[in-house]
């Protein structure tokens, strides 16, 4: 089983910040494309998610989970979609006292990885992962999962880069 797995927002969709208004969603240029190509070639596609605003109170973990539903929505439109959304909702410095704790999902650890990892029997060495921030790079990095920063063009061509020097993929 092969994976791609992304970090959410600045690589998928663009970073407002504690974003939970569906109608604020705007897709990056080659985001909706990327996993398209990867659904076709039968390449899971996981997301990998600090969500910190949980634990600060922003929002809840109900309406996170309907956020990513909408984006799956979203996306089926373009027959493609997002195979599972891994996030952290918590945050040492959080202000809802069930959240409010260190934990090992929060990257730069990466118990988000592991879990994805376990649940579909992954090899590190089939996977890859873009983000944009270095708590993305070192969780990668910790997991042996090959890495790059999401780049300043579109994502399509940025995924098909990587799958076209990827001999096996």
């Known amino acids: 089983m092969k ?36 659904n076709k070639r039968n390449i899971k ?7 910190s605003g949980v634990a600060r109170g922003f929002f ?4 996170l989970k309907e956020f990513h539903n909408f984006m799956n929505e979203m996306l089926l439109k373009y027959n493609a979609k997002i195979d599972i959304f891994y996030y952290c909702p918590y945050h040492p410095k959080g202000k ?3 959240y409010s704790k260190k934990s090992n999902l929060r990257k730069p650890d990466n118990g988000m990885l592991l879990n994805a990892i376990k649940k579909f ?10 983000g944009d921030k270095e708590t993305d790079y070192l ?10 920063f999401k780049k300043n063009y579109s994502l399509e061509k940025q995924v098909n ?3 076209s020097k ?3 993929f």
């Open 139 to 148: 969780s990668a990095k910790k997991t042996k999962i090959p890495f790059q």
């Open 96 to 98: 809802i006292k069930k």
């Open 3 to 38: 994976c791609f797995f992304f970090d959410r927002d600045g690589v998928l969709i663009k970073n407002y910040g504690y974003l939970i208004d569906k109608s604020k969603i705007k897709w990056l240029k080659g985001a909706i494309q990327s996993i398209k190509i990867l």
């Open 121 to 130: 029997k992954l090899d590190p060495s089939e996977c890859f992962m873009i």
């Open 161 to 163: 880069n990587i799958l």
């Open 166 to 168: 990827l001999d096996d």
């Open 45 to 51: 596609v996981v997301i990998v998610t600090n969500q």
């Open 60 to 63: 809840t973990e109900n309406e």
